[in-house]
């Protein structure tokens, strides 16, 4: 029978009226959320749903917190590790995992990307041998966060050379405890290090570790990925400052402890709302306009349209101060609208489509141009961490983060790639390694080499394939450059 939200919204309500107990522990309240159903409504009831829409997951956990309790943990371990078990896992690992998982007693990292499979994630090179009843991993894995630390990971590596780079993946459960596993920090130019580089040296896993079935690693990563990308969940929502309880404190402290990796992405998405307040203060507010009228204090020299500028008319560089303020907003409403659009598609139940990709675009281009407009507006104050102005140290942070944008979660040319071919019906990029062996194929250049290596290529052939002009596989260092993107 068909249910609608209302009917969602009100179970969840009575039910947590009878369960809650603000002063048990958080482990025992996930427990007893994840044994009702209520944790993951849409998955079946044999694993700990209801066998609701996918809809329905979302409503929960907003009804949950609006009642003022705490719903399912944040992070991967929940959106990714535990999704992608429940699809594509056989019933031993989902009954292993998904409970302690859904608690967040079990903690996850994703390991997909390397220092040359980063859009190009089919390129991957960390190595599978099969070893009696366990697998042995070698390679190196980047940007991967809460690596430090997690308890397991989700990881895709290559067990057959001798077939296409798509077809030669598996996935794996990777226990993070052992001697085979080394975890170091990443140092970003922001000063931040939310990320890892995790090295892989004869770490085992044992052989029923294997989601999907050996060689459908490519298969379980994308539906991993699908959830990367469309997950969002107001489980993980703030809590109310006026709440109180054990479990509200555990909860809060998990969070702070989640957050404290993403502390600069503000700063990464560009902070367009001081970008507005930097050129409203430098103007002098106008009513109905977030820029004001311009005042004689021209930009600083060396800033475009600044003082020894040529292209700096008198009295003009407020004017293209308040441009380019102007186009901002402009584009930055634009974004929102389209990210309106892919929430209410999720919302109907309708798959991904184009809105994705054109949304991940607006963000780098309403990033790009929050960088200009505080570069105009700072000018050599933009470099200053430390000053007067505690805003001159945010500036600084947003014109070292903002490139970021472009890069995670997909490049700006793979997301135009996608655009170009699925919607406006273009050509496939050229990849000269479609459909050849990946262990005779140069990861770089996509040129053929000679004879294959075998199932498990010697480090000598890893090295050798590598361009060291576009790669860096060096194993102390702690910063990869990416490689050229194919498909």
């Known amino acids: 029978m068909a249910i609608d939200r209302a009917e969602v919204e009100e179970q969840v309500r009575a039910w947590f009226r009878d369960a809650w107990d603000p002063d048990i522990a958080l482990l025992a309240w996930r427990e007893r959320l994840v044994a009702s159903g209520w944790a993951v409504p849409s998955w079946s009831s044999r694993w700990h749903g209801r066998d609701l829409p996918a809809w329905s997951d979302r409503v929960a956990h907003r009804a949950i917190v609006d009642a003022g309790g705490v719903a399912v943990p944040p992070g991967g371990g929940f959106s990714l590790a535990a999704a992608t078990i429940h699809d594509h896992a056989d019933d031993e690992l989902r009954e292993r995992y998904l409970g302690p998982t859904l608690t967040g007693e079990l903690r996850w990292c994703q390991l997909f990307s390397e220092p040359c499979a980063g859009s190009d994630l089919a390129g991957l090179r960390t190595t599978a041998v099969r070893d009696g009843d366990e697998w042995v991993l070698d390679g190196q894995k980047v940007w991967t966060t809460s690596a430090d630390h997690a308890d397991m990971g989700i990881c895709v590596a290559r067990s057959d050379w001798d077939v296409p780079k798509h077809a030669g993946l598996t996935y794996f459960l990777l ?59 107001s489980g993980s929502a703030p809590l109310d400052a006026h709440l109180g309880g054990r479990v509200v404190d555990e909860a809060r402290a ?55 500028s040529r292209s700096c008319e008198p009295g003009s560089c407020e004017a293209v101060a308040r441009d380019r303020v102007a186009e901002l907003v402009a584009v930055h409403r634009a974004a929102g609208w389209t990210a309106d659009r892919a929430r209410v598609a999720r919302r109907l139940g309708r798959p991904p489509g184009a809105e994705g990709s054109i949304g991940k675009l607006a963000l780098s281009e309403v990033a790009r141009r929050c960088n200009a407009v505080h ?61 050849r062996p990946f262990g005779r194929v140069d990861a770089s250049a996509g040129a053929e080499r000679g004879p294959s290596p075998g199932r498990h290529p010697p480090p000598d052939h890893v090295a050798e394939a590598a361009d060291p002009g576009t790669c860096d596989h060096d194993p102390t260092q702690e910063r990869a450059t990416p490689c050229r993107s194919t498909d």
């Not at 970003?188 to 079935?213: C, I, K, W, Y």
């Not at 105009?376 to 070292?400: Q, Y």
């Not at 490049?411 to 135009?416: A, L």
């Open 175 to 233: 226990d993070l405890r052992q001697p085979g596993v080394e975890v170091r920090p990443i140092h970003q130019m922001n000063g931040h290090a939310s990320f890892n580089a995790v090295f892989l040296t004869e770490a085992r896993v044992p052989a029923d570790h294997v989601v999907g079935g050996v060689g459908e690693g490519w298969a379980v990563a994308r539906g991993t990925l699908s959830h990367e990308r469309s997950f969002t969940s």
């Open 254 to 308: 998990e969070a702070a402890e989640h957050q404290r990796t993403y502390v600069w992405y503000p700063q990464r998405q560009g902070r367009i709302d001081l970008a507005i307040g930097r050129a409203a203060q430098r103007g002098g507010a106008r009513r109905g306009s977030p820029v004001g009228e311009p005042v004689p204090t021209p930009p600083a020299r060396g800033v475009p349209g600044g003082r020894g």
């Open 375 to 435: 570069s105009t507006l700072a000018g050599a104050h933009g470099m200053l961490s430390e000053g007067l102005d505690p805003v001159d140290a945010v500036v600084a942070e947003v014109l070292v983060s903002t490139p970021a944008q472009s890069i995670a979660g997909g490049t700006d040319e793979i997301q135009r790639n996608i655009l170009g071919e699925t919607v406006l019906g273009l050509a496939r990029e050229p990849a000269p390694d479609r459909g």
